[in-house]
T-cell receptor
Framework: ETGVTQSPTHLIKTRGQQVTLRCSSQ?????VSWYQQALGQGPQFIFQ???????GRGNFPPRFSGLQFPNYSSELNVNALELDDSALYLC????????????FGSGTRLTVV | DAKTTQPPSMDCAEGRAANLPCNHS???????VYWYRQIHSQGPQYIIH???NNETNEMASLIITEDRKSSTLILPHATLRDTAVYYC?????????????FGPGTRLSVLP
């Protein structure tokens, strides 16, 4: 079985721009979550999608949005990028809400300049 | 906020057992204890989880106290590749919409 894959691995954007990050879930997983990890900190929950609908959200503004597709892959979109958005963005997939744990991707390193 | 507290760092000699403690004094009856680790610049990796019984898998053992207010992750024979940040998390097992709350974790350094 394949794990969680994220693209791109690294990205540099200018303040004010928009960015889209992509995630392919592990085979058989129907739930996807996104996390933001600033340097030296633990991951912070952004939101979760189940059956193409957002069903949980952390303390992030509306300019962070997402999509989940019928094949359970997902996108994270961030509008009006700010310097503080520079971080490692992690995607995690799970089955049935994560009772048996989450599989994380290696992340996308976003740098906003 | 994270519902767990862990020491910020620990050292362990290569080949010895690494015992990582975690306090979760406010854990609820239906909350599981999960352990993940994160090797530099990679995504967190699932290690083990348990509810109230001790658990063991090919990577580690999880010892949960009888009152469930604390637990210990045991890596029986630590290697240099086990150097990582280890996160202890409590969460309801199957909870759509509620995700993991990561604290700062314990930075484990395995020394040669």
């Amino acid at each position: 079985e394949t794990g969680v894959t994220q693209s791109p691995t690294h990205l540099i954007k200018t303040r004010g721009q928009q960015v889209t990050l992509r995630c392919s879930s592990q085979s058989g997983h129907n739930t996807v979550s996104w996390y933001q990890q600033a340097l030296g900190q633990g991951p912070q929950f952004i939101f979760q999608y189940y059956r193409e609908e957002e069903n949980g959200r952390g303390n992030f503004p509306p300019r962070f949005s997402g999509l989940q597709f019928p094949n359970y892959s997902s996108e994270l979109n961030v509008n009006a990028l700010e310097l503080d958005d520079s971080a490692l963005y992690l995607c995690a997939s799970s089955f049935r809400g994560g009772q048996y744990g989450y599989t994380f991707g290696s992340g996308t390193r976003l740098t906003v300049v | 906020d994270a519902k767990t507290t862990q020491p910020p760092s620990m050292d362990c000699a290569e080949g010895r057992a690494a015992n990582l403690p975690c306090n979760h004094s406010t854990i609820s009856g239906n909350e599981y204890v999960y352990w993940y680790r994160q090797i530099h610049s990679q995504g967190p990796q699932y290690i083990i989880h348990g509810l109230k019984n001790n658990e063991t898998n090919e990577m580690a053992s999880l010892i949960i106290t009888e009152d469930r207010k604390s637990s210990t992750l045991i890596l029986p024979h630590a290697t240099l590749r086990d150097t990582a940040v280890y996160y202890c998390i409590v969460r309801v097992g199957s909870n759509y919409g509620q995700n993991f709350v990561f604290g700062p974790g314990t930075r484990l350094s395995v020394l040669p």
